[in-house]
């Protein structure tokens, strides 16, 4: 069977990550091809990939410096021939074989623009997430109902949808910087287009927050420079997508029970 997409990676190091992610992609049951942007690793991440054990056929470049996140998953998702594109972190993995084919199965509607493993219902006019709406499918507990609940936004450790879609909205809009952002501002733009983003239930493994809070622990300077960052991509986004917030995709009554709540505690 061919495959009908192709997964888009953009890596740094973190070969032990990398490694796990590739060995829980193994049993994957949809066929898929494999886009990696490495933006210039020095850990043996080069050596992993040019000697590649792994039997989905591999498109691997490499760039001698650590250029934006953004950027690189626009040029990777734009060497895929594949009708379907999924963008992951290379610190997620996943638990189920049948985990790519549950993201696929949603576009037998025409109406569904985009599908991953995490996201949120509702966005505030300020830009923020109300974090009592999100839904998940980490293995931990997985909140999202089965098989799919629709999401104002997908988050970008996992985001699935059609290769001629990601065109029509111009791919990922890099004016975001380097890595905050692209997730949200890529989940308005496809519900822009009339289509919806739903969660999927496909458990998985997230390896990557825990990392970087330890990180930032370490080096507190970066994390200041982070939430700088955070508070740009933010004033971006609102002033891009003011016209569409606040954001609600929960039914009517789900809202107007939040709302009554909300008079009462008053």
């Known amino acids: 069977m061919s495959a009908r997409v192709t997964l888009v990676l953009s890596v740094f190091n973190q070969l032990a990550l990398t490694r796990a992610c590739m060995e829980s992609l193994r049993a994957s049951t949809e066929p898929f091809r494999l886009v990696v942007i490495d933006n210039g690793s020095t850990d043996g991440t080069r050596e992993f990939f ?23 998953l626009n040029r990777a998702w734009r060497q895929a021939e594949t009708e379907f594109i999924c963008l992951m972190h290379n610190d997620t993995l996943m638990v189920t074989p049948d985990w790519l084919a549950r993201l696929l199965a949603p576009f037998a509607d025409p109406g569904v623009g985009m599908t991953g493993l995490f996201g949120v219902k509702r966005v505030r006019r300020t830009g923020n997430f109300v974090g009592r709406t999100i839904v998940h499918s980490l293995a931990e507990g997985p909140t999202v109902r089965p098989p799919w609940e629709e999401v ?37 733009a496809v519900r822009e287009t009339g289509r919806r983003c739903l969660v999927v239930h496909a458990p998985f493994h997230h390896r990557g927050g825990g990392t970087r809070a330890r990180d930032f622990a370490a080096r507190p300077e970066r994390e200041r420079t982070d939430l700088v960052l955070r508070r740009a991509v933010i004033e971006r986004f609102v002033r891009k997508w003011g016209h569409r917030l606040p954001a609600d995709v929960r039914p009517v009554r789900a809202r107007v029970r939040d709302w009554v709540g909300a008079k009462l505690l008053r």
Do not use: Q
Not at 50 to 71: M, Q
Not at 157 to 185: S, T
């Open 152 to 188: 104002a936004v997908v988050d970008g450790v996992c985001m699935c949808l059609r290769r001629d879609v990601m065109e029509a909205v111009g791919g990922l809009d890099e004016a975001y910087g380097f890595f905050h952002g692209f997730d949200k501002d890529l989940s308005f």
């Open 50 to 72: 040019e000697r590649f054990a792994y039997p989905f056929p591999l498109r691997y470049d490499h760039y001698g410096v650590n250029t934006s996140v953004i950027a690189s």
